[in-house]
């Protein structure tokens, strides 16, 4: 009964993964010591919402209110949403509280900014989605994230540094989507622990996305891109119109007092690994050491794991199938000795 | 199937009863059994060695008589000690030393085998071998006896009385099965056969053969035997080679199927209107279909299990001894009431089989077959444009093939037309393989939805209003009728349920419906077990009907790509590589005789004024090159023609004649307006055509062509892919005006078509080319015109042909300077291509004269789409649930041409947006001149919701598949709603007169039953007749914008649905 919108996001990380364990395998260890129950119960995040969202709709219709006042509450509403208590899918249709009466027709009808209002839900929870498949399908090597429970504009990510200057570095951060994604600004990007980093704010941690993004273009920009600047920072250094102006003159002036400055930091950050999550939320990303009894068993899980569809039956009807040759647009023109049996 | 199931062997103890009888008191040590056996075969054999065989009676009864107990002895005997049947008992041990049974068996040959002791050996043996303890066959003293009389029964003279062959039947069944448990009995059966039987060395199985196809428990028997036979013989190559090439097996299998086929009813007597494909309970009931479901069953189940030597055969004799001379003419007959017969075995028959290599023969037939020059595919695709039952029968089969996600089949029916890409402006090529990230295109569909369709909820005044009028007319008997009908459209019907704005009546809570959406969705596609059970809160919103939307589209879209995982190629508009693919037929605007191309390459050497290259055509050249050398061809064509023409005189004067002396080189308005009316014009052809009546360049009333003639497809695309020339020289000269005018507007510098030739930025040529085009596209026309005609008029074309060979080589095109030029500068792609001409005839040929054309299947599925509001509730539900099966499959290039809303085609392209558009208008004009529609809406809607309760209910079984539902005969046999439908005159015969009406038009080819009976009406005085037919077309209306409500809520969910999904990886094992 599975009905969560993105089944593919525990199973892709896992592929993720296994790709990245055979350079560091206890970096994969790390990751994956988050809460394991959390893992599986993830995916339905976006069902939440749903739910989140037919509620807050609900709310309004009893209070009369426009649309546009539903989407602008639900929007302030998003961070400080309690949380459930027991991460279950919301089988909708049953679990949501019945709503009587939808706005009236004339309201539903009403068309807000060239959305078709009562859909508006919909449209930002996939975008978002739609955003994390891009991520996942871009496999970016060492960069792993994960939407909070709480809101899917918030992201937790952790990001490993294979060599150059910050080699070893494991920079947890949190990625914030504006509220009219995509029609805002680009994201931000929050290192938990500063990194001393010329393009990373020394006091919050943030690091400098508006400049590689100046202006956020739906169609054009994506947030893999800011996952994937959020990594490049580290590898190709970059001094000009520092956040951090003391890092970027000592890398033009002193590059050995850098580097010192840049193990240390690269030190600190790693020393708080295991510290809680900065944000409580069931999907924070934390560390453990490693600890057979848990881990062995997931990472097995995790490489023996093949991803099928929910309700995949077998033996239901014979399907999928193809005689087309590879290279070729003819039907039946695979050899017959290959075919399969 | 079940037929594994039915492999596992007979035990003993199955048969007890009959033991009790026969068997003797001793069950007491093995001592005392074998001094009791030994006393009876002292007497037996003391009858036995007597010198006259033909002894009295009494000697018989003797013998059979101790025989039954020594047998039974040996039956019930324990084997020895110590180990797997090493040890024989001690009786066995003497029957092998002593040879007795074969000493018995021969003792009854020599005295002559009567009916009365063969059965009793039969049966005696039969025990023997169904209950022995230990095994007996692998003993040569105990096959060589059964051998023998077997080999009895076998003979000729002898043979086996009709009497008998239950016995024998069961006994070769009992073989069977040990030897299934022994394998290597069927090496010692096979051994010992030759020294007696010659070639028919297998005598169990050549014993069998004929009862394959036998009515009745025997049948089944002997079934079950041969596929025993199958699974063991599978490792086994001897054997199989045996079956393969001494034995009958396959070709009495396949051809038996032909016989069966011949015997089923002709015409399927049609309960309810909403009825278009055979279920269980449909066929349950018909002997002789139940006949060849056994066949074909046992078909597959010997494709299953047999060794490949055997399955190649028999897939072979399927595909020639059946499919090929039985299944293709019975698709082609002309009675409508045969074509629909047909049409549901042909589904009926593609969802029981299950093997695979079947089912690829089944597909090939379909797809590679060719019946009169058409293939089987394309006769198919006819069908959906007919009207009333033959078009939702078709559309049913059509389902069920798209349910298999079979690359071939996709390929064939629409990415073939998808792969070179013309269908999109070059410009958008790269947005194929975009999705649908912020929802725009799901918006678009939404903002569909018709205004006077989104009163979700009612005012409660309007909730109690009267038993809804739906309601009365469609369960006419009224709500007293007891049970629900049935109806046999598909369980999509239930997503009405999420419909049910209009709640009040829903107390019990509708259950989850069965994946409307679902690329299998076959008509009860079962529900997922483990699906939770929604109640659906009264007073649905919009919001979660959506949210079930999304996850039916989900869980299709997963499903498909699933499916699809294994395919050789992405589609998404890289790879196949869309300058590589072959061009796919062009749209069916004429149909040329292949004859005349070749005529054009002799020509074209022969008169070697034009500078192409030898082995090109003047449309060769054009096709490789590209547009500029497009238009220098396509202006050598024209000349031609004119020649042609003038050589002819009058007498065949195109319209188009005429019209290139009015508009002349038209200045590019003109040219605009004649581009558009093209893709009309080129609609309306065939059946133009076929009347002999040269089409018209003008725009037709958009309503005539499209409204579903069945003439217009019958003119399939041409049979041989590559070799439709003169189509292409039709459809050529409006594609490149369209590519023309399309990079105009672009901006220079893209190549168009196949071939990307860069070398059109000449700002300078494009300023001329426009003109040029206008005059070529004439020309062009008519000559394709002048062809048609001449094909008309067989003789005529050949005088023609003649003429145009001669005139043209008396005096060869002169290319002008401009023609020259451009030559030169595409001289190089061009040998490039001829190479790839080689390879694919297609290409050289079609490449530039093909307008972009989508293929037969999305015209006729659109141009359905379009006429929405006329069809009927059940061709609506399955058409937009093929729909949406398209739109699951998650390769781009489809994708993007269903489901992105933002995507630009070449105008000739109809977009599934625009034709949505359109139905929009329609209904909202429909419901602007009908003041009642929103109540009619909703009781529309109220109906539905309740019908698919009903459904939903009646196939809650779950987790059976469609065939093997066991539903009960009396089920089906209640009258449907259909039946109820038509009932609402109050006159059953005038309800069939009216069908037959119906189907009398669709085989004159004539408008739908709707508008034909609505046509002639408000002038007399209202007749029944009439009323009823206004009855029906404002119920098809209401019914079809609730429908189109719907599909577009499903198609938004489908386009939100594809960003989100991820692809499976390739080649993971199909099964774990």
């Given amino acids: 009964m599975n009905l969560n919108p993105f089944w593919s996001m525990s199973t892709n990380t896992g592929r993720k993964v296994r790709e990245c364990s055979s350079a560091q395998r206890s970096e994969f260890a790390q990751v994956h010591s988050t809460h394991k129950r959390d893992e599986r119960d993830k995916p339905w995040i976006f069902s939440r919402n749903f739910q989140r969202d037919i509620r807050t709709l609900k709310r309004s219709d009893s209070e009369e209110q426009s649309v546009q006042q539903i989407a602008e509450q639900q929007q302030r509403a998003s961070p400080s949403r309690p949380s459930f208590g027991k991460k279950q899918l919301p089988t909708i249709p049953k679990n949501t509280a019945p709503i009587t009466k939808p706005a009236s027709p004339a309201t539903t009808t009403q068309s807000i900014n060239g959305t078709h209002a009562s859909y508006g839900p919909f449209y930002l929870e996939y975008s978002l989605l739609a955003e994390f498949t891009l991520v996942i399908k871009q496999k970016l090597p060492g960069i792993y994230v994960q939407p909070s429970y ?138 453990s050491p490693w600890n057979p009894a848990v881990h062995d068993e997931a990472k097995e899980r995790m490489f023996t794991h093949k991803r099928r569809p929910e309700d995949h039956h077998k033996g239901l009807q014979v399907s999928g199938l193809s005689w087309v040759k590879p290279g070729s647009t003819q039907p039946f023109s695979k050899d017959e000795n290959s075919q399969q049996s | 199937m079940s037929w594994l199931s039915r492999l596992t062997p007979r035990g003993p103890g199955n048969r007890s009863s009959r033991t009790s009888a026969l068997s003797s008191p001793c069950t007491a040590d093995p001592e005392t059994c074998l001094m009791v056996f030994d006393n009876h075969w002292r007497q037996v054999s003391w009858v036995l060695e007597q010198r006259d065989p033909s002894g009295s009676s009494d000697d018989l009864t003797a013998v059979r008589n101790h025989t039954d107990q020594m047998l039974c002895l040996l039956a019930e005997e324990r084997p020895g000690e110590g180990g797997e049947g090493a040890d024989m008992g001690p009786i066995l041990r003497l029957v092998v030393t002593e040879n007795v049974l074969e000493r018995v068996v021969q003792w009854h040959l020599r005295r002559g085998l009567d009916p009365d002791s063969q059965g009793a050996l039969l049966k005696l043996f039969e025990m023997l071998i169904g209950q022995s303890h230990q095994p007996l066959l692998q003993h040569k003293a105990v096959l060589q006896p059964l051998l023998s009389l077997l080999g009895a029964c076998a003979e000729p003279q002898l043979g086996c009385p009709l009497s008998l062959e239950n016995s024998l039947v069961l006994l070769l069944n009992q073989v069977c099965v ?122 597959n189940a010997v494709i299953q299990v047999a060794h490949p030597l055997v399955r190649g055969q028999l897939v072979d004799y399927v595909h020639n001894g059946f499919l090929v001379p039985v299944m293709g003419p019975a698709l082609h007959k002309s009675s409508v009431d045969e074509m629909i017969a047909s049409t549901a075995y042909l589904d009926l028959f593609l969802r029981s089989v299950t093997e695979t290599a079947l089912l690829k023969t089944f597909l090939r037939f379909i797809l590679v077959h060719r019946h009169d020059n058409d293939t089987i595919l394309d006769t198919l695709l006819t069908r959906i444009s007919s009207n009333s039952r033959l078009c939702m029968v078709s559309l049913g089969l059509f389902r069920t093939l798209l349910s298999l996600n079979c690359e071939d089949l996709m390929l064939q029916l629409v990415l073939r037309y998808l792969l070179p890409c013309t269908h999109v402006m070059l410009s958008q090529r790269r947005a194929v393989r975009e999705t649908d990230l912020y929802g725009k295109s799901a918006d678009k569909f939404l903002s569909l939805i018709p205004e006077c369709c989104r009163l979700s909820t009612l005012p409660p005044a309007d909730r109690e209003e009267e038993p809804a009028f739906w309601g009365k007319v469609l369960n006419s008997p009224g709500s007293e009728s007891p049970a629900h009908p049935k109806p046999s459209t598909p369980s999509r019907l239930a997503l009405f349920m999420r419909q049910q704005s209009t709640g009040g009546n829903s107390s019990t809570p509708p259950p989850m419906e069965t994946v409307p959406s679902s690329p299998r969705g076959g008509p009860s596609a079962p529900l997922s077990p483990d699906s939770p059970i929604h109640t659906v809160p009264e007073g649905l919103d919009w919001e979660s009907g959506y949210l079930e939307y999304l996850r039916d589209a989900r869980r299709g879209i997963e499903l498909c790509s699933w499916a699809c995982r294994n395919w050789s190629a992405p589609y998404d508009g890289e790879d196949p590589s869309p300058n590589t693919a072959p061009l796919p037929p062009p749209a069916p605007t004429s149909n040329p005789s292949l004859a005349m191309f070749p005529e054009h390459f002799s020509f074209q050497q022969g008169g070697g004024g034009s500078g192409t290259s030898p082995g090109q055509s003047l449309f060769n050249g054009t096709s490789s090159t590209g547009r500029e050398d497009g238009r220098a061809d396509g202006r050598d064509g024209g000349m031609e023609v004119k020649k042609v023409k003038r050589d002819l005189g009058e007498q065949w004067k195109p319209v188009g004649a005429e019209q290139n002396g009015t508009a002349g080189p038209g200045p590019p308005p003109a040219c605009g307006s004649l581009l558009a009316s093209y893709g009309e014009a080129n609609r309306g052809v065939s059946g133009e055509r076929s009347g002999g009546l040269p089409s018209q360049p003008v725009p037709v009333p958009s309503s005539a062509p499209r409204s579903s003639s069945p003439d217009m497809l019958t003119r399939a695309p041409d049979p041989s892919p590559g070799w439709g020339p003169p189509e292409e020289m039709l459809s050529s000269p409006s594609e490149v005006v369209e590519r023309l005018i399309s990079e105009l507007l672009d901006g220079p510098g893209q190549g168009e078509g196949g071939q990307i030739v860069p070398g059109g930025g000449d700002s300078n040529i494009q300023g001329i080319s426009i003109e040029a085009f206008t005059q070529e596209l004439r020309e062009l026309e008519e000559r394709v015109r002048d062809r048609d005609r001449g094909r008309g008029e067989g003789r005529a074309a050949r005088l023609q042909e003649d003429v145009t060979r001669d005139s043209l080589s008396e005096e060869p095109p002169t290319p002008s300077a401009l023609d020259a030029d451009l030559t030169g500068a595409g001289g190089e792609p061009r040998g490039e291509t001829s190479a790839m001409g080689l390879v694919s005839p297609a290409r050289p040929l079609g490449q530039p004269a093909s307008q972009p054309y989508t293929g037969p299947f999305m015209v006729v599925l659109f141009a359905k789409l379009e006429n929405m509001l006329q069809n009927s509730l059940y061709v609506n539900i399955l058409l937009t649930g093929i729909l949406s099966q398209l739109a699951c499959y998650p390769q781009p290039l489809l994708r993007s041409f269903l489901l992105n809303t933002n995507m630009v085609f070449q105008p000739s392209v109809k977009s599934l947006i625009q034709v949505l558009g359109s139905v929009k208008n329609r209904i909202e004009a429909f419901a602007a001149s009908h003041e009642d529609f929103p109540a009619m809406l909703r009781k529309a809607q109220r109906y539905l919701a309740a019908r698919s309760k009903v459904d939903w209910a009646d196939t809650s079984p779950m987790g059976v598949p469609p065939l093997r539902r066991s539903d009960s005969l009396v089920k089906s046999r209640k009258p449907s709603l259909g039946d109820l439908i038509l009932r609402h005159t109050n006159s059953p015969t005038r309800a069939r007169h009216a069908a037959q009406l119906a189907l009398a038009h669709v085989r004159d080819g004539g408008q739908s039953l709707h508008s034909a009976l609505f046509r002639g009406g408000s002038g007399g005085g209202a007749s029944g007749l009439e009323k009823q037919a206004e009855a029906l077309r404002v119920k098809n209306a209401v019914y079809c914008a609730v429908v189109f409500t719907e599909f577009l809520k499903e198609l938004a969910a489908l386009a939100q649905e594809h960003a989100v999904s991820m692809p499976f990886p390739k080649n993971q094992d199909p099964e774990e």
């Fill in chain 1, 150 to 287: 709480k809101s899917a504009l918030m992201w937790f990510g952790v990001i490993f540094i294979r060599h150059g200057l910050y080699q070893d570095g494991v920079f947890k951060f949190t990625v914030y989507i504006p509220d009219n994604y995509p029609d805002g600004e680009c994201p931000r990007v929050v290192f938990d622990i500063p990194v001393f980093h010329p393009l990373v704010d020394p006091v919050s941690g943030e690091l400098d996305v508006r400049r590689a993004f100046t202006k956020w273009r739906r169609n054009h920009n994506h947030i893999w891109q800011v996952l994937m600047y959020a990594r490049t920072v580290f590898y190709k250094i970059n001094t000009m119109e520092p956040l951090n102006p003391e890092a970027a003159v000592l890398y033009d002036k002193d590059v050995q007092l850098f580097k010192s400055k840049v193990v240390e930091s690269v030190k600190l950050c790693n020393s708080h690994l295991f510290d809680q999550p900065k944000i409580d939320d069931p999907y924070a990303i934390s560390f």
């Fill in chain 2, 178 to 299: 040990s030897m299934a448990r022994a394998p290597a009995v069927l090496e010692l059966l096979f051994r010992t056969g030759p020294a007696q039987q010659g070639p028919t060395n297998l005598l169990i199985f050549s014993l069998l053969v004929p009862f394959i196809h036998r009515d009745g428990a025997i049948g089944q028997q002997a079934r079950d035997a041969l596929l025993l036979v199958m699974a063991t013989s599978a490792s086994n190559q001897g054997v199989a080679r045996y079956i393969a090439e001494n034995s009958y097996f396959c070709p009495v299998l396949a051809t038996g199927l032909s016989a069966l086929y011949s015997s089923l009813p002709r015409k399927i007597e049609v309960r309810g209107d909403d009825w278009h494909a055979l279920r269980r309970e449909d066929w349950m009931g018909v002997a002789s279909l139940v006949l060849f479901m056994n066949s074909l069953e046992f078909c």
